[in-house]
C-alpha cells in the first residue's frame, strides 16, 4: 500500500469553478499534511498544510482533513488558468502521492 | 531567511559517467535534507534523507548515493549512471519532523 495517494488527473475544470483534490494515506500516525503546487517544470512550492480535524482556509484555497477517514482534501474556490498546475499531497514523512493534474480552462 | 541552492540545472552527461550533484542551505542550522527524483510525467520519488552530518538514510536502493559532509550540505552521487538515471532531481530541506520541506530549483539531468 502507498504512503500517499492521489487520483492523477487530469482534472479539468472551468474558470470560475471550485476545483477539488483529494488524497488518502496509509499511516494513521500521521501527524502533518501538506499540499504543494509544482508548475511544469518547476520544483513544488508549499501552498497549504494542515494539522487538526476539519478546514483550514487561506484565500481561495481550503484544507480539509479527516483523520478518522485518513483523507485529505485541497478546495480551490474561483479557480484561475494560473492555478492550472500538479497538487502534490504529503504526511510529515514526506513521501509523496503522485500528484493530480489540474486544467483550469478559459 | 532560509534559502536552497541546488546546480546544475540542466546537465547532460554519457552512460557510464560519475555524477555529482551539490546542495546547499544558507540561513537555518541542522536541517533534514532530502533528494528526490522525478520522472517525466511522474510523482516524486524520495531517494535519501538525512538529519544530520554523516547520517544518510535510503528509500529506494539504486544506483545512486548520497553524502552529508557538512551540517548544510548534501550531494547526491553516481559512479556509474544508467539510462533510467535519467529525471528531475531535487534537493530539499525541512526545519524537522512534522514541518514541510522547501524545494531547491532542480537539476534536470538527460543520461545519453
Known amino acids: 500500500q502507498k504512503e500517499v495517494e492521489q487520483n492523477s488527473g487530469p482534472l479539468s475544470v472551468p474558470e470560475g469553478a471550485i476545483a477539488s483534490l483529494n488524497c488518502t494515506y496509509s499511516?494513521?500516525?500521521?501527524?502533518?499534511f501538506f499540499w504543494y503546487r509544482q508548475y511544469s517544470g518547476k520544483s513544488p512550492e508549499l501552498i497549504m498544510f494542515i494539522y487538526s480535524n476539519g478546514d483550514k482556509e487561506d484565500g481561495r484555497f481550503t484544507a480539509q482533513l479527516n483523520k478518522a477517514s485518513q483523507y485529505v482534501s485541497l478546495l480551490i474556490r474561483d479557480s484561475q488558468p494560473s492555478d492550472s498546475a500538479t497538487y502534490l499531497c504529503t504526511t510529515d514523512k514526506l513521501i509523496f502521492g503522485t500528484g493530480t493534474r489540474l486544467q483550469v480552462f478559459p | 531567511s532560509q534559502t536552497i541552492h541546488q546546480w546544475p540545472a540542466t546537465l547532460v552527461q554519457p552512460v557510464g559517467s560519475p555524477l555529482s550533484l551539490e546542495c546547499t542551505v544558507e540561513g537555518t542550522s541542522n536541517p533534514n535534507l532530502y533528494w528526490y527524483r522525478q520522472a517525466a510525467g511522474r510523482g516524486l520519488q524520495l531517494l535519501f534523507y538525512s538529519v544530520g552530518i554523516g547520517q544518510i538514510s535510503s528509500e529506494v536502493p539504486q544506483n545512486l548515493s548520497a553524502s552529508r559532509p557538512q551540517d548544510r550540505q548534501f550531494i547526491l552521487s553516481s559512479k556509474k549512471l544508467l539510462l533510467s538515471d535519467s529525471g528531475f532531481y531535487l534537493c530539499a530541506w525541512g526545519a524537522g519532523s512534522n514541518t514541510e520541506a522547501f524545494f531547491g530549483q532542480g537539476t534536470r539531468l538527460t543520461v545519453v
Open positions: 499511516d494513521r500516525g500521521s501527524q502533518s
